[in-house]
Nanobody, 123 residues
């Protein structure tokens, strides 16, 4: 089992930055891929970013490429999502996920999910 706890969400203005954190516990963190997904009201959950178990490979949705950066600190059992140049359309609940080895874009690749943290970007 893996427990995931997200933090760092909040209300910001367009153009601001936020850094989300996801602390993992319960099993070895450094051999499992991590990902971030988001879900806006009335929309399906969508992939945002993923990082492989080693940290050497990262993947991004086209909508956040160049603005968001995913990283992991295996010593702290934590994965981060640095979000810059935020836009109102980034408003959503952001979920951390763990599973597999790749960090891909499909929810089925992940076995464990956090409770989510709200990010609201005002215009």
């Amino acid at each position: 089992q893996v427990q995931l706890v997200e933090s760092g969400g909040g209300l910001v203005q367009a153009g601001d930055s936020l850094r989300l954190s996801c602390a993992a516990s319960g099993r070895t963190f450094n051999n499992i891929a991590m990902g971030w997904f988001r879900q806006a009201p009335g929309k399906v959950r969508e992939f945002v970013a993923g990082v492989s178990w080693s940290g050497r490979s990262t993947y991004y949705a086209d909508s956040v490429k160049g603005r968001f950066t995913i990283s992991r600190d295996n010593a702290k059992n934590t994965v981060y999502l640095q979000m810059n140049s935020l836009k109102p359309e980034d408003t959503a609940v952001y979920y951390c996920a763990a599973g597999g080895r790749i960090g891909g874009r499909y929810p089925d690749e992940y076995d464990y999910w956090g409770q989510g943290t709200q990010v609201t970007v005002s215009s």
